[in-house]
């Protein structure tokens, strides 16, 4: 079963604008972490977020979790072609690394 | 690293026939997961391992799917016998359980169609 979902399933955007993706869960968790896939290619970590933590920035990505609602958010900022992708969530509940995935945002970067 | 790798990375097959799928996960790694990608189902934890023992079996989908890891560095993913339902991209993963959480790498898959 998915234990994320993600909104928006698509995302069409500019180039040089920025990208937000949401991820919702069901169960209390031990730490978020969001991946990227390229079209036929696996599954590449972006970041992780513990759930003692609120926000966390890597380069052009900034990731927020907020536990009372359950949600993480995912913003990228200036996008780029290159960019364009799938976005996964995924929650780690126990801290036993069994990750489930969520249903994944398709993006995509307009030139 | 050469990162996880998988083989074979296409395959077509018959309806019926056994489907072995390959992975070498990350060397000092000591999970290794199996997962199943299909559009109307998503990603799917099939199975994981950890120290190349079976920790978690219960998305395995039926007993046609079997799993083994017999060393740190190799498993086998066996469908027999395989069914067009199967067609799926099917993705080995690897992770090292530390103090830093469990960022888990992927390998590129293998994309399997039952005909």
């Known amino acids: 079963s998915q234990q994320g979902e993600e909104d928006p399933q698509a995302l069409s955007i500019q180039e040089g604008e920025n990208a937000t993706m949401n991820c919702s869960y069901k169960t209390s968790i031990n730490n978020l972490q969001w991946y990227r896939q390229n079209s036929g290619r696996g599954l590449v970590h972006l970041i992780l977020i513990r759930s003692n933590e609120r926000e966390k920035h890597s380069g052009r990505l900034r990731v927020t979790l907020d536990t009372s609602k359950k949600s993480s958010s995912l913003l990228i900022t200036a996008s780029r072609a290159a960019d364009t992708a799938s976005y996964f969530c995924?929650?780690?509940?126990?801290?036993?690394?069994?990750?489930?995935f969520g249903t994944g945002t398709r993006l995509t970067i307009i030139p | 690293d050469a990162g996880v790798i998988q083989s074979p990375r296409h395959e077509v097959t018959e309806m019926g026939q056994e489907v072995t799928l390959r992975c070498k996960p990350i060397s000092g790694h000591n999970s290794l997961f199996w997962y199943r990608q299909t559009m109307m189902r998503g990603l799917e934890l099939l199975i994981y391992?950890?120290?190349?023992?079976?920790?978690?079996d219960s998305g395995m989908p039926e007993d046609r799917f079997s799993a083994k890891m017999p060393n740190a560095s190799f498993s086998t993913l066996k469908i027999q016998p395989s069914e067009p339902r199967d067609s799926a991209v099917y993705f080995c993963?690897?992770?090292?359980?530390?103090?830093?959480?469990?960022?888990?790498?992927f390998g590129e898959g293998s994309w399997l169609t039952v005909v």
């Open positions: 995924a929650t780690d509940p126990s801290g036993n690394e069994k990750l489930t």
């Open positions: 993963a690897s992770s090292l359980l530390d103090v830093s959480g469990n960022t888990i790498y």
């Open positions: 391992f950890n120290n190349n023992v079976p920790i978690d």
